[in-house]
């Protein structure tokens, strides 16, 4: 890190006004991009102490000096620099932001889609609908917020009929799309995708950025759980775990745990206790976290500890149906072999072999629960993996 940029980050004001009044008037594109840099490594309340300095010095007569700064990208800095483009905006400033959009890099391109969802010139909507799609996240998000603000639905409509496709990759851009819009009526579609989906833990983190999920809980609790449980499966590989904040985990278990506990509550509350003492029990989950973030992974792992699986294992019992919604986690989860040998008779050839595998761990699987199993099969893989079980 330079001397520039620990004087801009650091807390004298003797160093920290002039480094935000060079980095504004010059303006210092360098020390800029080395700040965006730092994104990852910089706190949350560092870079938001940063971002009022920078937006202490700008005014009427240097806002343009920001346009400079559009090729180094962060969102922590993007509402910044286009709430003050969007404060000053006149003809000449909206034509250069369209040209950008069009012709610039996918940084300026993410901060112009985010311009035009506060001015809303209607020819930026051409470059928004190309550009809704992009592998760049951050360009993704603003341009179909954006065409949100504008009201337009065409790349809405698309979205739904990617969440309908075959392909996977396609579903989930289609996920993101449809949370990006804002529109809770496309959440019943979502979850149905997500039901089929094996990448149902990717798409459901998107869904807190669409609904609480405590309130999903309250008004469809099934849904609501099946999510959570979703959310719990990808924390830490597929999910950050910065993002126990955003999915607000602590009230969400909190809240389950004061409330009469339910065949799947309980199962929940049973994979989420389990994930959260892997969590903290391995090093590499933690190593490079901030420290909020570890003291809200204990936290949550210390609210989980006065459960006790004893209590909770049996009321899981109900979900050992194939047509559970939850029957690949009570399988990981359960102790009663009598019921999993039931699931041996299961239409769902997944099912049964995940049954095999259960009562293999549980060291109660037998020759007849082999043969049985293998009765019911007619998908050769299924066979040969039971057969080498």
Sequence with gaps: MSDKLKKLTGRDPRDFEPMAYSLVNMPDVDLFCELVEQDDFLFDFVKQNVAYRIEKNLNKSNYLNLLKLLKCYSPSYEDTIVSTLAKFADEDLTDIMLDLLENGDENEKTYCASFFSKIQDPLALEYLRENAFSPNSFLSANCISAL????????????????????????????????????????????????????????????????????????????????????????????ALSQVFDFQLYEIFEYLINNELTSQSALVLINAKD????????????????????????????????????????????????????????????????????????????VILKSIETLKKLNNLKQEDKDCALNNITNENIKNIINAI
Excluded: W
């Design 148 to 239: 949100a603000a504008f009201g337009d639905r065409e790349v809405y409509n698309k979205a739904l009929e990617k969440i309908n496709s075959n392909d996977e990759f396609e579903q989930l851009d289609g996920v993101k799309c449809l949370v990006s819009y804002g529109d809770k009526k496309a959440l019943p579609e979502i979850i149905n995708t997500i039901k089929t989906s094996s990448m149902a833990e990717n798409m459901a983190a998107e869904i807190p950025y669409l609904c609480n999920i405590q309130e999903l809980i309250k008004t469809n609790k099934s849904d609501g759980l099946y999510i959570l449980n979703l959310i719990i499966n990808g924390l830490g590989e597929i999910s």
């Design 275 to 350: 994930k959260f003492e892997t969590l903290t029990e391995n090093d590499e989950y933690l190593y490079d976290e901030s420290k909020d973030v570890k003291q809200e992974i204990f936290d949550i792992k210390k609210l989980l500890s006065s459960l006790h699986n004893e209590v909770l294992e049996p009321l899981t019992e109900k979900e050992l149906d194939e047509n559970s919604i939850f029957i690949y986690t009570v399988l990981d989860y359960t102790k009663n072999t009598e019921l999993v040998r039931k699931l041996l008779h299961s239409n769902n050839q997944t």
